[in-house]
């Protein structure tokens, strides 16, 4: 079939099966585009991606457990492939896809707008650039999901991420930090306390200090909150490294750690006690 376009092989990606089937019968209406799979979710998502290898996933980005935007956050860079978000999102955010020349159709799909997506999606498989793609797809995410780009490599590198999956919490084993282009992986248990110094967190582990450029709110919500808790606005401890709690007379705690460190406890986290009992 010479001159004859390449089949696009697809994956649909969405929890709500009329959405799934919706788009689906559109798909099949293209001789060009070949639907290799449908996932409910995003964990099946992932690995029917990293198995059949398509050129063009399909992915809805409000979904309960794995959403969209945390679905491409877990595949490998080198697996990603294009990508069209299907979303409810706000004018603000789609100008966010545009900007970084990502892909996307708003519900309810249009077949106009679904043949133009499909058609960027062409134009960017036979680009070279792929990796630029790549990098612009993961930068439009770190936007969306308010992560910053440095984080995002952080995870990525890492190979771990937050999962939220039938109401449970995962969080990742090790912590990935970046410095002068290395990256060490410290497991996240083996973590005493961290403190923050200006820009930067200061991550004290097994006697050693690692610093990387991370905001609070951003390395806390890779942290188990089960075994780690803030106890000042820029301090956060491993609460089985507390040895001793000492209470002071301006409301005021200090904590002693096993490895005999003192750490304030502010006033305004007093309420954490709790979890050292």
């Known amino acids: 079939m010479s001159g004859a376009q390449q089949i696009l092989k697809a994956i649909v990606v969405d929890d709500e099966p009329l959405a799934r089937r919706g788009l689906r019968l559109r798909l099949d209406a293209m001789a060009d585009v070949e639907v290799?799979?449908?996932?409910?979710?995003?964990?099946?998502?992932?690995?029917?991606?990293?198995?059949?290898r398509p050129d063009v996933v399909f992915v809805d980005i409000q979904m309960p457990g794995v959403n969209g935007l945390q679905?491409?956050?877990?595949?490998?860079?080198?697996?990603?492939?294009?990508?069209?978000?299907?979303?409810?999102?706000?004018?603000?955010?789609?100008?966010?896809?545009?900007?970084?020349?990502?892909?996307?159709?708003?519900?309810?799909v249009e077949d106009d707008r679904l043949a133009q997506a499909l058609a960027r999606v062409r134009g960017k498989l036979a680009s070279a650039d792929i990796a630029s793609q790549r990098e612009q797809l993961l930068e439009a995410v770190a936007d969306l999901t308010r992560e910053?780009?440095?984080?995002?490599?952080?995870?990525?590198a890492a190979g771990v991420f937050r999962e939220e999956l039938?109401?449970?919490d995962?969080?990742?084993?090790?912590?990935?930090?970046?410095?002068?282009?290395?990256?060490?992986?410290?497991?996240?248990?083996?973590?005493d306390w961290i403190d923050a110094a200006g820009d930067y967190m200061c991550v004290h582990a097994n006697g050693e200090t690692?610093?990387?450029?991370?905001?609070?709110?951003?390395?806390?919500?890779?942290?188990?909150?089960?075994?780690?808790?803030r106890i000042h606005r820029s301090t956060i401890v491993n609460l089985s490294r507390v040895r001793e709690i000492c209470a002071h007379i301006n409301g005021e705690y200090h904590l002693?750690?096993?490895?005999?460190?003192?750490?304030?406890?502010?006033?305004?986290?007093?309420?954490?006690?709790?979890?050292?009992l």
């Open 256 to 276: 002693v750690l096993n490895n005999g460190e003192r750490l304030k406890m502010s006033r305004s986290y007093k309420n954490k006690v709790q979890h050292f």
């Open 71 to 108: 679905l491409v956050q877990q595949l490998p860079r080198s697996e990603l492939p294009q990508i069209v978000f299907v979303t409810a999102y706000d004018q603000y955010a789609v100008e966010a896809f545009e900007i970084n020349a990502v892909d996307y159709v708003l519900k309810p």
């Open 166 to 168: 039938g109401g449970g």
């Open 36 to 52: 290799v799979a449908e996932c409910g979710n995003g964990r099946d998502a992932r690995e029917q991606i990293l198995a059949l």
């Open 210 to 229: 690692h610093v990387m450029r991370i905001t609070m709110k951003e390395l806390e919500q890779q942290l188990n909150p089960n075994i780690f808790q």
């Open 148 to 156: 910053s780009p440095e984080v995002l490599e952080q995870k990525l």
């Open 170 to 191: 995962e969080y990742p084993d090790k912590i990935a930090i970046k410095d002068s282009g290395r990256i060490t992986l410290v497991p996240s248990r083996e973590i």
